[in-house]
């Protein structure tokens, strides 16, 4: 895999530390087995994250929106360059990342995604498997109101995130990678994809 030589860093390593691969095991939040939280459904914690961020009526008024801000990732080696996005409901988002070599363009029309740029393999390169899924969960995340439309399948567990108590909420699906979203069990906000 890409963690084989990169590890969570920009840059990769010619040899692979023996420590990571035979060391103790780590506590990860990004776990795909986890024990499950008895008496927490998915539902509940949906619905706390909807009503949190303004309720399924506020939402639900929400068609399109466009975004600027900024972007941090294994792309720009950590450091935050300008971003722009454009959605519109139900699962559609552009996103225009304003990289130092030149702009990379990620999209998803609702059915097949893109990206074209700097950072991509081919001139315009298309998504697939697993790139188009993690397309799919994010354009449809734009809108939140959605949310338990995700994955016909959800269940719940617990881990800590930088110190905080998280509930993890894996959707899964046939021929599809699960999907973990952990939201703060105190504010009820989604913190992590």
């Not at 776990?31 to 939402?59: H, K, N, W």
């Amino acid at each position: 895999t890409c963690f084989t030589c990169h590890r969570g860093q920009y840059s990769p390593v010619s040899a692979p530390s023996f420590l990571i691969q035979y060391g103790v095991p780590v506590d990860d939040p990004d776990i795909i087995d986890f024990p499950t939280e008895a008496g927490v459904s998915a539902d509940q914690v949906f619905d706390r994250y909807l009503t949190a961020i303004g309720g399924t009526a506020a939402l639900a008024k929400i068609t399109s929106f466009r975004a600027t801000g900024t972007y941090a990732g294994f792309d720009t080696g950590q450091e935050e360059v300008p971003v722009e996005i454009f959605a519109k409901a139900p699962n559609q988002r552009t996103w225009i990342v304003k990289l130092p070599q030149g702009e990379s363009y990620r999209v998803f029309d609702g059915v097949n995604g893109w990206i074209a740029g700097p950072d991509s393999p081919a001139p315009l390169f298309t998504l697939e498997t697993g790139n188009l899924d993690r397309a799919r969960i994010e354009a449809l995340l734009a809108f939140p109101g959605t949310i338990k439309q995700l994955y016909p399948r959800w269940r719940v567990g617990r881990t800590s995130i930088d110190d905080r108590d998280v509930l993890i909420v894996q959707g899964t699906a046939p021929g599809l990678l699960p999907v973990n979203l952990y939201f703060d069990d105190k504010s009820g906000l989604l913190v992590r994809v």
